[in-house]
């Protein structure tokens, strides 16, 4: 065959297989979206479409690769927890990263329309995305405090910070001034006696970030009863998606029926995890 | 900071750097496109709106990325140069894979409508991305004659088994069957014989695939008319897009006016390559 | 500087980290050793001077890297722990290897005429090495439970094959033959029933391999009275050795004082770990 | 069997495949080899009898691997050439990284002895190793051009330097400052004005180092006569070594007769390079 005297560049592909029995976590963040929220006029410090959009793309990741256990978001980044027994793509760590990366992408690009149906995209929006081992629980959740306690802070500053330029009249420049060197209670006090903003009274969802959770799925109705109404599960059934065969007859092996759960919950303290002893196997 | 107890996990993320003086090949092919291209009615065996929607795509990561300097396209795959000096992202080989990755899935949903205005896409396609790195322009010119070589190949067979089975009524296990062990002048023959389709005049874009090669733009206006009306060059300006300030710069440093021409040329044989002697230096 | 023009080529250097969190395992293979063995004269199934040799580099390897917590070693082959938090080299995996590997096999042929004073050493042996990571203290159990059990399996095998041979006059080939399909329970009985030789009465360090493992001193003193006489400590002190300074502070602010000891007992079992708890915090 | 329930553990080890098409340069370096040098009284600046075992060590590790084409070395270090296109164990990293250290230091203490006879060794020196991958021949040749600059550098400072400690009674503080910031001309001038020393007249050994280079051998007869008398070359026949005998049938199919030469020759500029066409297609 004509191709034959070439296909020896394919000797030149290198492999790239993540340490087993190590936790996979995959994050995602978008690229230059300081620009992208301002030509699409999000609002400041926190667009909830833009939030809700995020969890969107990460929640049809989730639904699409079954061997993500858990998710945490902020602002335009979102981790990605895999299962440490994972063998999605044979733990080829390029292509678990680009396809994901991809998938996410062309979810958030798919459904801008439904969570800003008045603001058009004007251009198309990118993400970069890594993917980072760590060999314990222990380092994973080490990891999730991490993301968790950014959010923290800069949900803090970014609140004072926008009350000052907003409400206060001060310019971007001022208000990084004022706010230089002060501590989280100096910035509490800021908003309570400038802005009358208690900062507790604040959503949750500003303050803690988004936690999409895989669950299991025991008595499918009882279940749906309890659960909070804005919660809104995916149950996780054989989807008419991009998988393939083999995709999918993996997934139905590995899976017990789950759904995936939106939190805005601490994920930093033991009891989120000691609620849900199956990321500990995971 | 409460952060900093946790930050220790950032020291996990290893660094993926590409040996220097390599050329770096990326490439993009569609996830599952077997089962989207049924679900969105391509047509067989080659769908134009298709194949002009992944040139768009691969045409605006170009104009996003001047390191890229030739890139090729087939079926739902497409392959891109970038220059062998490039220090985009400091060579950090996933950061790049999944940039390039996303941005190339985003516009591709991003400009689905302009190709099928008449099919609403009904899910979020994705892409797997790799790179190879090749140590010299040996290696680089085979890898781009092996993806046109298969270009080649594949078209054939797939002109012959659709005809069978479109104007042949064969079911496509005859037509399966009918092709097994011919070879490329029975398919011809077939082709030819059986169904007047002398396979020579078939579009280029089918048989050869479609260049997208970057071009300096010496006489901007003497330029413009010379060029085929078909090729619809982008002029690589700064552009309004999602780059930053500091890609930006170094675009502009890097770059003499360039435009990106689409061609459905040979690049196996020589003479695609002695125009170009810029390909050389990359 | 002269130099500077050429100093480029640096950069095509790779870092190669260790992911931290992980326990390495180092493990050297004899290069070639079939022939090495038999030019040299070795005993067959086993030569205790070569035994006591490769004990003796290992132990050498040990006392002069303290974050070298456990070895074990079979014929020619040697295993070696290091603590999960080793920042040796700081943790570059070629460093590690290559020196180690290269300080090992000097030791093998410094101390050569110690084990065979009347066997020159005709030509230089040689070694290679490599480095598995670990993500878990199961793991790093099952890794040495690997290394024994082969010891063992090995060891029968050798013991009733040379038996077959050496007493029972069989030529290698038969010998092989004889062996074929037997299970552990069948070489026993060959063993006992042709030969007298019971098993069970077969020198530890043939049946369970050498066990290095680095004890803390608590009590110098009593410690050493209650030492079995054959097991020749090394008591880990700042020696006069290859070390830099630099190692040498490290090592002093780690090291409490500790000796290395030799045993030839079970770790497949829990027992030897359960005594040992300084290995779970390796 | 018993070890199958273990044998997971082997799947942890990861493929490090060199790139292919790529220049592989091996470099050792002595480890803590100025305490070595102190303890085992080499001359300074240069120990004839130090560079000859270190030249000798390099030359059987190029007889046992005929792959090496190539190797350079000054003071405690040595740079090894392989072929592009060697496959020797299947261009895994750490397998030839491990394997030729090892084998180099088995050499140097082997034949210690014979260059230093009055001077026992001390205790097991040992080196490090790397291997850095070049794409082309413009930086494989910057890469020797980068280390013989080097050696001219060093050598001409460490020439002043034991100047004016052994001859002229300063303290080896008093040396360091008397030559810091001088450029080449000055320190050729402390030569020649306060000590006599003609800086060319110096042996070319320690001005250029030591360059090993495999020569095929056309005429046996005619070309031993040709040869200078000092350069010892090892006319490359199938050894009595460690070579398994896989290895051999591969060396023999690879190899016409080879030698290999010791120069101490420039190999900055092009003639070198110019007179050996089969470095350029190694």
Redesign the interface.
């Known amino acids: ?3 034959s005297r ?10 790239d ?1 993540m ?4 936790f996979p976590i995959f994050r995602l963040d978008g ?2 979206f300081h ?2 929220s301002d030509v699409h006029g999000f609002a400041k410090p926190n667009d909830p479409r833009a939030l809700q959009l995020m969890d969107r793309a990460a929640r ?1 990741l989730m639904a699409e690769y079954p061997d993500i256990v858990l998710a945490f978001g902020e602002s335009d980044e979102y981790s990605f927890l895999l299962r440490k027994q994972t063998t999605l793509y044979n733990r080829r ?3 678990i ?3 994901l ?11 801008w329309s439904t969570y800003f149906p008045d603001t058009p ?1 004007t ?14 629980e222990r ?1 994973v959740r ?2 999730f ?2 993301r968790q ?2 959010t ?2 800069n949900n803090l500053y970014n609140t004072a910070f926008w009350a000052l330029v907003q409400q206060g009249g001060e310019t971007t420049t001022q208000a990084h001034a004022t706010l230089r060197g002060t501590v989280s209670k100096e910035k509490h006090e800021i908003l309570f006696s400038r802005f009358k903003i208690n900062y507790n009274d604040i959503d949750e969802r500003f303050k803690k970030g988004s936690v999409l959770v895989r669950e299991e799925v025991k008595n499918l109705l009882g279940d749906k009863q309890q659960q909070e109404p804005q919660s809104q599960p995916i149950l996780q059934m054989p989807k ?5 065969k083999r995709e999918k007859k993996r997934k139905a092996a590995v899976n017990p029926p789950t759904k995936i759960e939106l939190l805005h919950c601490d994920i930093i303290k033991d009891t989120f995890w000691e609620m849900r002893p199956l990321l500990h196997l995971s």
């Open positions: 065959m004509a191709n070439f296909a020896y560049v394919r000797t030149y592909e290198l492999p297989p340490l087993p029995g190590t690229h230059s620009r992208f049809e760590q390029t292509k990263v680009s396809t990366t991809s998938y996410f992408t062309s979810c958030y690009v798919f459904h995209l251009y198309p929006p990118s993400f970069d995305g890594r993917i980072v081992l760590y060999p314990s380092e080490d990891y405090a991490w306690a950014d923290h802070i008419q998606g991009t998988a393939s």
